[in-house]
């Protein structure tokens, strides 16, 4: 367990300063940008972001499994970026033909989308490589370097021009900029060629994992371009400053436990055998809880604080209604995705994945069709719930036939006792209007739910260190897989 608080730790700092940076990132621009305007900015980055997963990002994924055991390390590089450049050909033929076909209003929108697309595939090939070279500081300090050109160039259009195209313009910059950083150094020694007995290899590996993520991106992001059809792009852009606010924090919290625990799982297991590997599952769980919980829990009781504090006056009152909707689904996106999924890849299994998430896209879209007609993003909302429940489920079911992934209830019910007494202190503590005193609640109730915790883990075993737990059987009652 220390090693993953260890590893957690390291990965906090490489990831948490671009997660602050797009955090705030939406407090600027819901202020500098109309509803409208934001609704469209986000449509862009969302569809963007779903290119780049079916088209680029089975690239990225190849580097970081290949890299490392490649002798020839210069040849696999020029594959990859062979391929890339074969690609931005083809989307630059299909996509320039169909974009100047488009109204005025979204033609350079559009236009932007596809150096956007170039660059954020670029990005994250070199991102990769970086991480598959184990070079933690440069990967930190790329993604860092990245979030604060976007927002810096952003915030800088913004003040001549104040329209959708000014924060987009800032992402190409950051992604090309801090691309550039590294890119000569990761790139001097490779040779303009390709194997296609090799990109046939990556493609082969890479396509159902891009295809897993596409369905996954579609289920966070399909719920906006059809409050965009069925309503407007006002709607759509309230909708995601919403929803960008709650999730984006909790998932990167979860995400730096997942990219700590991973490997330390995978090592367990190769190394050591199921049982160890369980056990470190165990510990990755309860982690994922104890970060997880109390700040959706957060979200919930001071949602109105929140959205005030954080968010433009536009914005607000929708939010606050969908903070507690999405801070829940989020909660049960992060197990499902940092957790129950991992049985699919231990197992060596992946290809199961689409049935988990085409499962809850299914559910996502049908009840989209038939709610945001009805209620509007609230009906968006609860289709987002409905879905990531599904999935989590669905992932538990088809997930233990590959890999017996453990629950640890002892962990979870006293994550659950620390904030249900974190509840309680909300509960009697007077209320304050003033930022100040919100934020001395805020501040209280995370310290009775962290004294919790750590007594209920600490007191009643004192013979055990901090995050160990009694009743785990040391994986006796694991069937072989």
């Given at each position: 367990?220390?090693?993953?608080?260890?590893?957690?730790?390291?990965?906090?700092?490489?990831?948490?300063?671009?997660?602050?940076?797009?955090?705030?990132?939406?407090?600027?621009?819901?202020?500098?940008?109309?509803?409208d305007?934001?609704?469209?900015?986000?449509?862009?980055?969302?569809?963007?972001?779903?290119?780049?997963?079916?088209?680029?990002?089975?690239?990225?994924?190849?580097?970081?499994?290949?890299?490392?055991?490649?002798?020839?390390?210069?040849?696999?590089?020029?594959?990859?970026?062979?391929?890339?450049?074969?690609?931005?050909?083809?989307?630059?033929?299909?996509?320039?033909?169909?974009?100047?076909?488009?109204?005025?209003?979204?033609?350079?929108?559009?236009?932007?989308?596809?150096?956007?697309?170039?660059?954020?595939?670029?990005?994250?090939?070199?991102?990769?490589?970086?991480?598959?070279?184990?070079?933690?500081?440069?990967?930190g300090?790329?993604?860092?370097?990245?979030?604060?050109?976007?927002?810096?160039?952003?915030?800088?259009?913004?003040?001549?021009?104040?329209?959708?195209?000014?924060?987009?313009?800032?992402?190409i910059?950051?992604?090309l900029?801090?691309?550039?950083?590294?890119?000569?150094?990761?790139?001097?020694?490779?040779?303009?060629?390709?194997?296609?007995?090799?990109?046939?290899?990556?493609?082969?590996?890479?396509?159902?994992?891009?295809?897993?993520?596409?369905?996954?991106?579609?289920?966070?992001?399909?719920?906006?371009?059809?409050?965009?059809?069925?309503?407007?792009?006002?709607?759509?852009?309230?909708?995601?400053?919403?929803?960008?606010?709650?999730?984006?924090?909790?998932?990167?919290?979860?995400?730096?436990?997942?990219?700590a625990?991973?490997?330390?799982?995978?090592?367990?297991?190769?190394?050591?055998?199921?049982?160890?590997?369980?056990?470190?599952?165990?510990?990755n769980?309860?982690?994922?809880?104890?970060?997880?919980?109390?700040?959706?829990?957060?979200?919930?009781?001071?949602?109105?604080?929140?959205?005030?504090?954080?968010?433009?006056?536009?914005?607000?009152?929708?939010?606050?209604?969908?903070?507690?909707?999405?801070a829940?689904?989020?909660?049960?996106?992060?197990?499902?995705?940092?957790?129950?999924?991992?049985?699919?890849?231990?197992?060596?299994?992946?290809?199961?994945?689409?049935?988990?998430?085409?499962?809850?896209?299914?559910?996502?879209?049908?009840?989209?069709?038939?709610?945001?007609?009805?209620?509007?993003?609230?009906?968006?909302?609860?289709?987002?719930?409905?879905?990531?429940?599904?999935?989590?489920?669905a992932?538990?079911?088809?997930?233990?036939?590959?890999f017996?992934?453990?629950?640890?209830?002892?962990?979870?019910?006293?994550?659950?006792?620390?904030?249900?007494?974190?509840?309680?202190?909300?509960?009697?503590?007077?209320?304050?209007?003033?930022?100040?005193?919100?934020?001395?609640?805020?501040?209280?109730?995370?310290?009775?739910?962290?004294?919790?915790?750590?007594?209920?883990?600490?007191?009643?075993?004192?013979?055990?260190?901090l995050f160990?737990?009694?009743?785990?059987?040391?994986?006796?009652?694991?069937?072989?897989?």
């Open positions: 367990m220390k090693a993953l608080l260890k590893h957690s730790a390291i990965y906090l700092l490489a990831r948490g300063l671009p997660g602050v940076v797009n955090f705030l990132a939406i407090a600027v621009y819901t202020r500098l940008l109309s509803p305007e934001y609704g469209r900015y986000a449509l862009v980055i969302a569809g963007t972001g779903l290119a780049n997963v079916l088209l680029f990002q089975w690239l990225a994924l190849a580097v970081l499994r290949y890299l490392p055991g490649q002798e020839g390390s210069a040849h696999l590089l020029a594959t990859i970026r062979s391929v890339y450049r074969w690609l931005m050909l083809a989307t630059a033929l299909a996509g320039l033909p169909a974009v100047l076909c488009t109204s005025s209003e979204w033609r350079w929108l559009l236009i932007s989308a596809l150096p956007l697309l170039w660059t954020q595939g670029w990005f994250e090939i070199n991102l990769q490589i970086l991480r598959a070279q184990l070079a933690p500081a440069a990967y300090l790329v993604s860092g370097l990245k979030a604060i050109i976007a927002i810096a160039g952003g915030i800088l259009l913004l003040q001549w021009y104040p329209v959708a195209l000014a924060p987009v313009l800032g992402h910059a950051g992604f900029l801090s691309s550039a950083t590294q890119s000569r150094a990761l790139w001097r020694s490779v040779r303009a060629q390709v194997d296609l007995r090799l990109a046939k290899q990556i493609m082969q590996y890479g396509m159902p994992l891009s295809a897993t993520l596409a369905l996954s991106y579609l289920l966070n992001s399909s719920d906006r371009f059809l409050i965009a059809y069925f309503i407007d792009d006002h709607a759509a852009g309230i909708y995601a400053a919403g929803y960008d606010l709650t999730s984006q924090i909790l998932m990167m919290l979860m995400l730096i436990v997942n990219t625990a991973f490997p330390l799982i995978l090592n367990d297991l190769e190394q050591r055998g199921i049982a160890p590997a369980r056990q470190q599952l165990s510990h769980i309860f982690l994922l809880m104890a970060v997880a919980a109390p700040f959706t829990a957060g979200m919930v009781l001071f949602a109105p604080e929140v959205a005030r504090t954080v968010l433009g006056h536009r914005f607000q009152d929708t939010a606050i209604s969908l903070m507690p909707w999405i829940l689904a989020t909660l049960l996106n992060g197990l499902r995705s940092y957790h129950f999924d991992l049985a699919f890849q231990l197992g060596k299994h992946t290809v199961h994945q689409l049935w988990v998430m085409g499962v809850a896209l299914l559910v996502n879209v049908i009840l989209s069709l038939i709610w945001i007609p009805q209620k509007g993003v609230m009906g968006a909302a609860w289709s987002t719930l409905a879905a990531y429940l599904c999935a989590l489920l992932s538990i079911v088809i997930g233990r036939r590959f017996p992934v453990p629950t640890n209830w002892r962990g979870i019910a006293r994550v659950g006792i620390a904030v249900l007494a974190m509840l309680l202190v909300w509960q009697v503590m007077p209320r304050g209007s003033t930022l100040p005193h919100q934020a001395l609640l805020a501040t209280v109730v995370l310290l009775v739910y962290s004294g919790v915790l750590v007594a209920l883990t600490q007191f009643r075993y004192p013979s055990r260190s160990r737990f009694r009743g785990y059987d040391g994986g006796k009652t694991v069937r072989r897989v």
